[in-house]
C-alpha cells in the first residue's frame, strides 16, 4: 500500500520569510497530491492540490510541486504571515487502488512575528 | 451553502460501551469519507463511500466498527463496544466526487475511559 512521509515535523520561521514542506510517497501509481491546513481544533482544509499531469501548481503565495520519477512532492509557502501558523498535511491518492488516500503525519509551522 | 454536519460534537463513554456518529453531507456530494485522527498525527481513511456503496473499507476494523450509508446521503459509524484506544477525533468528508475537492466536518471528539 502506499505509505507518505512527510517532513519535517515541526518548522519556525520568521514572519515575510519562505516555508517548504516536502513529502515522498510508495505507489508510482498515485496521481492526485491534496494539501491540507488545519488550525487548531479546527477541521482540515484544502490549500491546493495537484494531479500528476502537471508539475508545478501556484495559487498566491502558496505553491506546490510534483516530482513524479523522485515520488515526492512539496509545499511552498511565500512570504509568511502569522495566520500561516497551523499544522499542515500532505496526502496522496490513486486511481488504480481504490480507498488509497492516505495521508502525511503532519507539519506544525509557526510563523513568528 | 451549508457545510459538511456531523454530531455529536463531543462523546464520553465508559469502555465496552456502544457509541454512534452521525455525519451529513453536502447536498449533492456523492462521495462520503469517514477518517480517524489521533493527537498529533494526519486523518487516516476508515471508508469511502461512492453513494450508497461502500468501495473499499479494509481499513476499518470491522470486529468492532460498521458504517452504513442509506440511501446514498447521511452516514452512520458505530462503534461497539469501544476500546480505550478508540479515543479519537472521527472526521467525516464529502466531495462531489473520488480526488475531488474534500469538504470536512467539524468532527466527532471520543474520548473512551
Known amino acids: 500500500g502506499e505509505n507518505v512521509e512527510q517532513h519535517p515535523s515541526t518548522l519556525s520561521v520568521q514572519e515575510g520569510d519562505s516555508a517548504v514542506i516536502k513529502c515522498t510517497y510508495s505507489?508510482?501509481?498515485?496521481?492526485?497530491f491534496p494539501w491540507y491546513k488545519q488550525e487548531l481544533g479546527k477541521r482540515p482544509q484544502l490549500i491546493i492540490d495537484?494531479?500528476?499531469?502537471?508539475g508545478e501548481k501556484k495559487d498566491q503565495r502558496i505553491a506546490v510541486t510534483l516530482n513524479k520519477t523522485a515520488k515526492h512532492f512539496s509545499l511552498h509557502i511565500t512570504e509568511t504571515q502569522p495566520e500561516d501558523s497551523a499544522v499542515y498535511f500532505c496526502a496522496a491518492s490513486s486511481l488504480y487502488n481504490f480507498n488509497k488516500f492516505y495521508f502525511g503525519s503532519g507539519t506544525k509551522l509557526n510563523v513568528k512575528p | 451553502e451549508a457545510g459538511v454536519v456531523q454530531s455529536p460534537r463531543y462523546k464520553i463513554i465508559e469502555k465496552k460501551q456502544p457509541v454512534a456518529f452521525w455525519c451529513n453531507p453536502i447536498?449533492?456530494?456523492?462521495?462520503l469519507y469517514w477518517y480517524r485522527q489521533n493527537l498529533g498525527q494526519g486523518p487516516e481513511l476508515l471508508i469511502r463511500?461512492?453513494?450508497?456503496?461502500?468501495?473499499?473499507d479494509s481499513q476499518l476494523p470491522k470486529d468492532r466498527f460498521s458504517a452504513e450509508r442509506l440511501k446514498g446521503v447521511d452516514s452512520t459509524l458505530k462503534i461497539q463496544p469501544a476500546e480505550l484506544g478508540d479515543s479519537a477525533v472521527y472526521l467525516c468528508?464529502?466531495?462531489?466526487?473520488?480526488?475531488?475537492?474534500?469538504?470536512f466536518g467539524p468532527g466527532t471528539r471520543l474520548l473512551v475511559l
Open positions: 463511500y461512492e453513494n450508497e456503496e461502500a468501495v473499499d
Open positions: 468528508a464529502s466531495s462531489l466526487g473520488y480526488q475531488e475537492t474534500q469538504y
Open positions: 495537484i494531479r500528476s499531469n502537471v
Open positions: 447536498s449533492g456530494h456523492n462521495t
Open positions: 505507489d508510482s501509481a498515485s496521481n492526485y
